[in-house]
Structure formats: structure tokens, C-alpha cells
């Protein structure tokens, strides 16, 4: 795939990711150009290398709509990374702490962070190795089935992780992200024969696709980590759709993109 197309892929992926995160945050933190800009920084820089190292052998309609998943799913994953294990910050603003916490007590010594940063990375590569193994020169729905909603698992037990010991622990919540997950690699399973491509990627459409869901559709009810808390910039609860134009078109893009991979010739899993 051409270097250039992949840098527009994602700067639209970090472009979508930061619009629903400036959307939900906005009337609590205040609008911020740089962390707005941050996201799709990033996943252009992420496009490039997974095209540069990976296997996008054209620049068709398929091949966008897989590197966008991907792109979507790394980002979202090293920023995660960052904010749970690395980042120091005031974590009084959230009802829900950000930062690494156990029982929803945080884990302020810098040390055992850092470990548990290491530990975490290591468990989420030898998940990939796995689907790498399980789907390597395999065909078929049932290879898709087994490793299509694995993604999906890795946002279940890192949300429950963060979220029950303060709302609860959520059956549905729960099986939510590997079920959309599962549905989202049957698609993807379509466009490519790399059945890691096909898992992250729809790791990737599950958290765009819920965040959707859960920022706009509710653009009223408090996210969790901000439940209870004052809204400090009540001015951007009006300025804030100054961006859904926006959101929408690459929402738009991505799904005509879809559709046209499904109507051209293509080969994948399934």
C-alpha cells in the first residue's frame, strides 16, 4: 500500500478517536489543541509503520478498511497504555480512576506500575502470537469464530478491570466488546488472509463503533469516569458539535469504503 495513503487512513482513524474523546471531555477538562491533535499524530505515524513492516500489497477499498481496524486499535491501546501505567496525574477529577488501580485503590509506587506495564504488554503479544499461530495459513469460518472476538476480550477484562470495582461488575457490559468484536472480524475476515489483521482490526471498529454509541447517542448521561462530577466548561456542551460534522463523514467514509471492498473481487479468511 502506498505510504502516503496510509498516513491519510490515519490521521482519519486519530481524527475519529479524538472527536469522540473531545466530545465527551470537553465540558469536564476543557478543549485542548494539542491533546486534540495527539491522536492523529500518532496514527498517522502508526499507518505508515504497520503498511511499511506489514502486508498491504495494494491500495484497494479492502486494504483501507483493515489498516484503518488496525490503525484504530494500536492507538487506542498505546494511549491506554500510557494513561494507565506511565502517566502521573490528578486522578481527583475522575470517579473512576484512570491510572493503574486494584480494587479501585491506585497504585501510586512508580515500580510496581511499571512491572505491571511490562506484564500487561508481554500477556497482550502473546495473545497476538497466539491468533498469529491459530489463523497462520488457515481458511474458514471457524478459524475466524476462534480468534475473532479475542480483541474484544482484551477491552472486556481491561474495562472490568478499571470500571467494576466502582459500578459494579456488568454480565452484558462484559461480553459486549467480544461479541461486536466477533461481528466486526467475520467482516474483516473478508478483505484479508492475516487473521491478526482481521482480530486487532476489529478491536479497533468495536471501540469506534461503542464510543459511538455510548458519547452520542448519550450525549447527555455523564461517562463514567466523570459521573457525579461538576462540569467545569458548561460552554462546551454546546461547542462541542461544532465536530460531529466531522465524525460523521469519516463514519460515512469508512462504511462506503466497506461497501465497496465487499462489491469489488476480494479474498480472505472466509
Same mark, same amino acid.
Given at each position: 500500500?502506498?505510504?502516503? =495513503?496510509?498516513? #491519510?487512513?490515519?490521521?482519519?482513524?486519530?481524527?475519529?478517536?479524538?472527536?469522540?474523546?473531545?466530545?465527551?471531555?470537553?465540558?469536564? %477538562?476543557?478543549?485542548?489543541?494539542?491533546?486534540?491533535?495527539?491522536?492523529?499524530?500518532?496514527?498517522?505515524?502508526?499507518? $505508515?509503520?504497520? /503498511?511499511?513492516?506489514?502486508?498491504?500489497?495494494?491500495?484497494?477499498?479492502?486494504?483501507?478498511?483493515?489498516? *484503518?481496524?488496525?490503525?484504530?486499535?494500536?492507538?487506542?491501546?498505546? =494511549?491506554?497504555?500510557?494513561?494507565? !501505567?506511565?502517566?502521573?496525574?490528578?486522578? %481527583?477529577?475522575?470517579?473512576?480512576?484512570?491510572?493503574?488501580?486494584?480494587?479501585?485503590?491506585?497504585?501510586?509506587?512508580?515500580? &510496581?506500575?511499571?512491572?505491571?506495564?511490562?506484564?500487561?504488554?508481554?500477556?497482550?503479544?502473546?495473545? =497476538? @502470537?497466539?491468533?498469529?499461530?491459530?489463523?497462520?495459513?488457515?481458511?474458514?469460518?471457524?478459524?475466524?469464530?476462534? /480468534?475473532?472476538?479475542?480483541?474484544?476480550?482484551?477491552?472486556? !477484562?481491561?474495562?472490568?478491570? +478499571?470500571?467494576?470495582?466502582? %459500578?459494579?461488575?456488568?454480565? !452484558?457490559?462484559? =461480553?459486549?466488546?467480544?461479541?461486536?468484536? @466477533?461481528?466486526?472480524?467475520?467482516?474483516?475476515?473478508? *478483505? &484479508?488472509? #492475516?487473521?491478526?489483521?482481521?482480530?486487532?482490526?476489529?478491536?479497533?471498529?468495536?471501540?469506534?463503533?461503542? %464510543?459511538?454509541?455510548?458519547? !452520542?447517542? +448519550?450525549?447527555?448521561?455523564?461517562?463514567?469516569?466523570?459521573?457525579? +462530577?461538576?462540569?467545569?466548561?458548561?460552554?462546551?456542551?454546546?461547542?462541542?458539535?461544532? *465536530?460531529?460534522?466531522?465524525?460523521?463523514?469519516?463514519?460515512?467514509?469508512? $462504511?462506503?469504503?466497506?461497501?465497496?471492498?465487499?462489491?469489488?473481487?476480494?479474498?480472505?479468511?472466509?
Amino acid at each position: 500500500m502506498n505510504l502516503t =495513503v496510509a498516513f #491519510v487512513v490515519g490521521c482519519f482513524a486519530g481524527l475519529h478517536a479524538a472527536t469522540w474523546g473531545t466530545f465527551k471531555d470537553a465540558p469536564y %477538562e476543557n478543549f485542548s489543541l494539542r491533546t486534540y491533535l495527539r491522536s492523529p499524530v500518532l496514527s498517522a505515524c502508526i499507518a $505508515v509503520a504497520v /503498511v511499511a513492516v506489514g502486508d498491504f500489497p495494494s491500495t484497494d477499498a479492502a486494504g483501507i478498511a483493515v489498516l *484503518f481496524g488496525l490503525t484504530y486499535a494500536i492507538e487506542r491501546g498505546l =494511549v491506554e497504555l500510557y494513561k494507565t !501505567f506511565l502517566r502521573d496525574e490528578d486522578q %481527583e477529577k475522575y470517579s473512576i480512576p484512570m491510572q493503574l488501580s486494584v480494587r479501585g485503590a491506585l497504585v501510586t509506587r512508580r515500580r &510496581t506500575r511499571l512491572l505491571a506495564a511490562a506484564a500487561y504488554v508481554v500477556a497482550v503479544v502473546a495473545i =497476538v @502470537l497466539a491468533i498469529d499461530a491459530v489463523g497462520n495459513g488457515s481458511e474458514g469460518i471457524v478459524v475466524v469464530l476462534v /480468534v475473532g472476538s479475542l480483541g474484544g476480550w482484551i477491552s472486556a !477484562f481491561g474495562g472490568a478491570w +478499571k470500571d467494576a470495582p466502582v %459500578e459494579g461488575f456488568q454480565p !452484558f457490559k462484559f =461480553v459486549r466488546s467480544p461479541l461486536v468484536a @466477533l461481528a466486526y472480524a467475520l467482516l474483516l475476515a473478508s *478483505f &484479508t488472509t #492475516v487473521a491478526v489483521y482481521a482480530a486487532i482490526g476489529a478491536l479497533g471498529y468495536t471501540v469506534a463503533t461503542l %464510543e459511538t454509541y455510548k458519547t !452520542f447517542f +448519550k450525549p447527555n448521561v455523564p461517562r463514567g469516569k466523570f459521573a457525579g +462530577k461538576e462540569v467545569r466548561y458548561p460552554e462546551w456542551l454546546e461547542k462541542r458539535y461544532r *465536530f460531529v460534522p466531522l465524525y460523521v463523514a469519516i463514519w460515512i467514509g469508512i $462504511v462506503v469504503v466497506s461497501v465497496v471492498a465487499l462489491v469489488q473481487p476480494h479474498h480472505g479468511l472466509i
